[in-house]
């Protein structure tokens, strides 16, 4: 596909990007790689991404790797990957567990994904996820989790305190009056 990278408003000629995607799944695989390259106000941009999961009636389980690549007219380019990994395994009909686990690979990430603000420039950091998940209702869902972020240097050793958090996810779905 080959389109607009710059925004959401109108056609300024400005900004354009080439995007893939490749993907293959199964009764119990699920595979995938994409990815887009762009040029926009000076800027090279280059995403690629790879997933692989496995589902069944047991659960489902899965891992990934990002890298984008910013390179500013005349200036160095700066990369941020990230490995992830989740695994749900059903307990019941109404409950599952589930883990999932981040390891940022470079130092450029000011957060990782809005979900924690972490100080992943100074550290290298690694976060994880646990928690279990209750159906109250076909269309309620409570989900007590903890997260635990993780710091550290490799080049120097230096290890400082994590951080922990304790939360209480609610997702509730609503139907439609436009249809089914």
Partial sequence: ???????????????????????????????EANGHYASDNGKDITYLAVFDGLK?????????????????????????????AFASVNLSEKANLYAR???????????IGDYLPIPAKLYK???????????????????PNVKYVFYGNPETGEKPGGDFYFNLTAMIQFKSVFGK
């Fill in 56 to 84: 069944g009636s047991w659960g489902r389980f899965g891992a990934g790797y990002h890298l984008k690549n910013e390179k500013p007219d005349g200036l160095e380019s700066k990369s941020n990957s990230i490995v992830s």
């Fill in 125 to 143: 950091a690694r976060f994880l996820i646990a928690g279990l998940e209750y159906k109250l209702h076909k269309m309620v869902k409570l989900s």
């Fill in 1 to 31: 596909m080959f389109g607009d990278y710059g925004s959401n408003k109108g056609e300024d000629n400005k900004g354009k990007a080439v995007y893939g995607r490749l993907g293959w799944e199964s009764k119990t695989v699920y595979v």
């Fill in 101 to 111: 686990y981040d390891h940022l690979t470079d130092y450029n990430f000011s957060d």
